[in-house]
């Protein structure tokens, strides 16, 4: 069965703080991970990491992955207290490893940004 | 391009009843999946359709049944309610075939809320 385990469970920081979310992972059939932000209800898409090394990049979050390793970090530079929300990691599963359906979720990181 | 859009927003529920919720997907899209969140255990797979076939279904009791119509909208249906069924029950939407892998990452709804008493 999948499994991934997201660290910390939460985080509480002040605006202007860098902070780096961890995510592992254990696969049967790895194909990528995924990153979502959820603040109030939709978890939105971040990220999708599926080759090692490749930093994605989006303003001040940026993602990379090591498939050695099989984790991933979020990293969020310059904190803003919009960026107050849970941060979910997940890997796809389902039929062959090919249904993007069925994703497995980490309990999730509860970042607090105060002013 | 609209979203994900669930119906109803929020429900309230008794024990024993039975209920159906509705996923209608980005136009376009041809995956819908359904997912589970409380707070106890976080988001949890609960199935996946495409072209109105189960693709794959997760680790939930008999009650949690779904289905998908031929314009891709979804629902699903949780029969003989329980108070641990209280939860935000999610809907996805993908479009896979054909599309690369970098382009297929699940876009959620807002969710229903389902309260059972």
């Known amino acids: 069965e999948d499994k991934v385990v997201q660290s910390p469970l939460s985080l509480v920081v002040h605006e202007g703080d860098t902070v780096t979310l961890n995510c592992s992972y254990e696969v049967t059939n790895f194909r990528s991970l995924l990153w979502y932000k959820q603040e109030k209800k939709a978890p939105t898409f971040l990220f999708m990491l599926?080759?090692?090394?490749i930093e994605k990049k989006s303003g001040r979050l940026s993602s990379i992955l090591d498939k050695k390793e099989l984790f991933s970090i979020l990293n969020i530079t310059a904190t803003q207290t919009g960026d107050s929300a849970i941060y979910l990691c997940a890997v796809p599963g389902g039929a062959g490893g090919t249904s993007y359906g069925k994703l497995t979720f980490g309990q999730g990181t509860i970042l607090t940004v105060h002013p | 391009k609209a979203g994900v859009t669930q119906t109803p927003r929020y429900l309230i529920k008794t024990r024993g009843q039975q209920v159906t919720l509705s996923c209608s997907p980005i136009?376009?899209?041809?995956?819908v999946s359904w997912y589970q969140q409380t707070p106890g255990q976080g988001l949890q797979f609960l199935f996946e359709y495409f072209s109105e076939t189960q693709r794959n279904k997760g680790n939930f009791p008999g009650r949690f049944s779904g289905r998908q119509f031929s314009n891709s909208r979804s629902e699903m249906n949780v029969s003989t309610l329980e108070l641990g069924d209280s939860a935000l029950y999610l809907c996805?939407?993908?479009?896979?075939?054909?599309?690369?892998?970098?382009?297929?990452?699940?876009?959620f709804g807002n969710g229903t809320r389902l309260t059972v008493t």
């Open positions: 136009s376009g899209h041809r995956s």
């Open positions: 599926t080759s090692s090394g």
């Open positions: 996805a939407s993908s479009y896979q075939p054909g599309q690369s892998s970098y382009n297929s990452p699940l876009h």
